[in-house]
Nanobody, 124 residues
Framework: QVQLVESGGGLVQAGGSLRLSCAASGRTFSRYNMGWFRQAPGKEREFVST????????YYADSVKGRFTISRDNAKNTVYLQMNSLKPEDTAVYYC?????????????????WGQGTLVTVAS
């Protein structure tokens, strides 16, 4: 069992930055792929970024590539999402997720554990 707790959300002006954190419980954090997904009001949940457990490969949605950076600190059981050059369309609840499958890393269905989410609001 893995419990995930996100933090770092808030209100920011367009062009600003935020860093989200996701703290995981359990001793096997290093064996999980860690992903970030988001859900804007009235929209479906979408993939944002993920980092694999094995070699730390990173993947990004086209909409955030070049602006967001995912990283992980296995010693702290924490994954981060550094978000720069934020846009109003980045406004959403951001969810952290953990999974073990190396297939379909962009698909939420391949993640086993989810956090409660943290709200990011980008004002224009």
């Amino acid at each position: 069992q893995v419990q995930l707790v996100e933090s770092g959300g808030g209100l920011v002006q367009a062009g600003g930055s935020l860093r989200l954190s996701c703290a995981a419980s359990g001793r096997t954090f290093s064996r999980y792929n860690m992903g970030w997904f988001r859900q804007a009001p009235g929209k479906e949940r979408e993939f944002v970024s993920t980092i694999s457990w094995n070699i730390g490969s990173t993947y990004y949605a086209d909409s955030v590539k070049g602006r967001f950076t995912i990283s992980r600190d296995n010693a702290k059981n924490t994954v981060y999402l550094q978000m720069n050059s934020l846009k109003p369309e980045d406004t959403a609840v951001y969810y952290c997720a953990a999974g073990t499958s190396l297939l379909g890393l962009r698909q939420g269905s391949n993640y086993d554990y989810w956090g409660q989410g943290t709200l990011v609001t980008v004002a224009s």
